[in-house]
């Protein structure tokens, strides 16, 4: 069984690549960052360690890897040999590799291949389903044909914390021991070989929001309102007690809206958010809030885990108070080497809240968010003038 996996960073080797070495897959990884293509080219495997109590040490063999920027032939060709095609990139590069998958594709048609399954495993609510629209606008309308019949893109859920890697080694990366991969059966076309860890679902959008708007969630507010009180990990800051506050506040409201909108049951659904504090508190793990704020125009988004879930409860008449409180504290993250960081200073500096949020997420002028937002952003303004 053959992979090709786009994206050989953190979640691609720490996660993705694990589970599908560890399942009897060969894995090619396709990226642009030529160091990383030539050591995992050359060594052909590398080790995860999982941070947990102990630290357990796990071998990924059998791996080889592709630059999709000097090698495209090659990256065509290891697609039109693939089982399974799967990619982690961040939600703004798929654009970038659908030139490439369209091509694989093409040549997958011309040969007759077997159906092929084309995974997105990036935060955001129908990453698969994006992606498929990206590589039509690369076809003919006859090609098209032949991608519906023959190619499916199950939309999917994937979770483990794997923080920026602090190690000398280029391809050793560390992570969190738990993880959680669930995928839309019904986007499927053909079979997918065996993935060890993979629950399939006939539905996604519960599973895939109840992760987004818990998990990723109370991680942004965290790293937002932990950089806003001087906290530089995840683990500082969910350890401190204002910023756990607010994140709980936060998760007890999105888990309402999960509970009211999907059916979970409420005592599943606040053990659920208990680990999920736990995870974000593991002492082994170092998460700069810089990583996990990352892209903050992208996680400002209409449908993303901040103003997404605040839209819904407000819809459903439920008050995103905390959550508010969450999405004023954005405003005050910087990271320098973040271009999307420094893109929304300069914004904010211009627009303020309601005109931030207008441009950044859609929301119309007269939305009961703007104000819940901008009176937060004042609170929080003058907290750190203190
Ligand atoms: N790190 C996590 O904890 C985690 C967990 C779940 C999901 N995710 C999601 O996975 C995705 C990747 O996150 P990450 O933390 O691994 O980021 P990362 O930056 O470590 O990895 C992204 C990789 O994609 C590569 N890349 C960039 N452009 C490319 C291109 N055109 N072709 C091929 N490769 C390219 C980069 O060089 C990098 O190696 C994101 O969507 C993220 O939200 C991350
Ligand atoms: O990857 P992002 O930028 O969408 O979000 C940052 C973190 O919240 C995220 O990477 C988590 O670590 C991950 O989603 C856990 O499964």
New binding site residues.
Partial sequence: MRAVH???????R??IGERLARSGYEVCF????AP?VRELRKRGRYSVRLLGEQVETIWVTGVTALD?RTELDQVVEAIAGADLVTT????A?MQ??APLLAEGIRLRLRRKSSPLNVVA????LG?SSLLKEQVANHLSKEELEGMERTTGFPDAA???????QAGTDLLTVSVEPFHEWVMDRSGIKGDIPPIDGVTYVDSLPPYIERKLYTVNTGHAVCAYVGQLLECETVREAITHPRVEAVVTGVLEETGALLVAKHGFDVQTHRNYIAKIITRFANPHLTDPVS?VGRSPIRKLGRADRLVGPALQMIDRGLQPDRLAAGIAAVFFFHAEQDPESVKLQQLFSQKGVTGTLQTVAGIPEDSPLIPLVSRRYHEWEEEVQR
């Fill in positions: 786009f994206g050989a960073g953190n979640i691609g720490g996660f396709v990226d642009v960052q990383l999709s982690a990139v961040g939600p590069v970038a590799i495993c990036e935060n955001m990453a994937v979770d483990r914390i794997v923080p920026v990583r």
